[in-house]
């Protein structure tokens, strides 16, 4: 039966898109609204932040408290360590995952399915799990209380390598073989060919591994062990919590929270089309 036989004009098929949209908008407005509250609180006086009911629009909104904030916080310098360990850690998951991904997928060599499986099982080690060895091989090395502690052993991931490996099988051998016939070397053929081929895959991993890493709290925090120079953004932003129960300036929490998540969103902005077309691709299954 054709799908035009399915529903008769102006009946069950208008109604049925109409309700698919009505909860499409629900559902995002729904994901939006903390977002936005959290705007329109940083821009409120103290008074209007605490106040019962709640104030939805600040009466004469203010950008006050997010000059009291960077002061409280050296945000400037927050925002920066924040930056580097984000992109350095980026940078460095992109770059292993897309050549352990290549090795994975196209060679053949003895134990590399098991390799493969015990680098997949690593994956389902809580974070917890591995903090104390991580920090003692941190120390050992002179690397504590320093953002190459924080940043040397993110530099691989476990999550990556099996996304790269799936996207990766997809390139066709013949055109692997055909760039090693006109003299390309094995790197040469991961950075102008493969890369290129699965770039969706890779722009997708990058927001994913930016914005972990941008929030990631615990682990800075237990490495840079107190030296509040170091701090990302993240870790100075609960300065302002302390700050909070001594004063009525729950606007200020808000600003500092609105700035802390300006870079991730902006980041996700340019890459969602990616994003969207690597799910599309569906690129995780069946390789």
């Not at 399915?6 to 559902?27: D, V």
């Not at 004469?60 to 408290?65: K, R």
């Not at 080690?125 to 002179?142: A, E, H, K, Q, W």
């Not at 107190?226 to 300036?249: K, T």
């Amino acid at each position: 039966m054709a799908a035009r036989d399915i529903y008769a004009p102006g009946e069950g098929a208008p109604l049925g898109r109409a309700l698919l949209y009505a909860l499409m908008i629900a559902i995002a407005v729904a994901a939006a609204f903390p977002l936005a509250w959290m705007v329109l609180s940083s821009l409120k006086t103290p008074a209007e932040a605490m106040q019962t009911p709640p104030v939805w629009i600040p009466a004469t909104p203010s950008l006050d408290a997010y000059g009291k904030v960077t002061d409280l916080i050296n945000a400037g310098r927050s925002f920066v360590n924040s930056a580097i360990i984000a992109g350095v850690t980026t940078t460095g998951i992109l770059i292993t995952s897309l050549m352990a991904g290549y090795a994975f997928s196209k060679y053949r060599f003895r134990g590399r399915d098991a390799l493969f499986a015990i680098t997949i099982a690593t994956m389902f080690l809580p974070p917890i799990v591995t903090l104390i060895p991580l920090y003692r091989m941190i120390g050992s090395i002179g690397l504590s209380a320093s953002l190459a502690g924080v940043i040397l052993p993110n530099l691989a991931n476990a999550f990556g390598i099996f996304l790269m490996r799936q996207f990766v099988a997809g390139v066709p051998d013949e055109l692997l073989e055909a760039a090693r016939l006109d003299g390309a070397s094995e790197m040469r053929i991961v950075f102008t060919i493969v890369a290129p081929a699965v770039a969706p895959a890779l722009a997708a991993l990058a927001l994913f591994a930016f914005v972990y890493h941008w929030n990631s709290y615990l682990w800075p925090l237990t490495v840079l062990q107190g030296n509040s120079d170091q701090y990302p953004i993240v870790i100075s932003l609960s300065r302002l919590l302390s700050y909070n129960r001594s004063a009525v300036n729950t606007n200020l929490v808000m600003a500092g929270a609105t700035l802390a998540v300006l870079p991730p969103l902006i980041l996700f902005v340019f890459l969602q089309r990616f994003f969207v077309r690597t799910v599309t691709a569906s690129g995780m299954g069946g390789q």
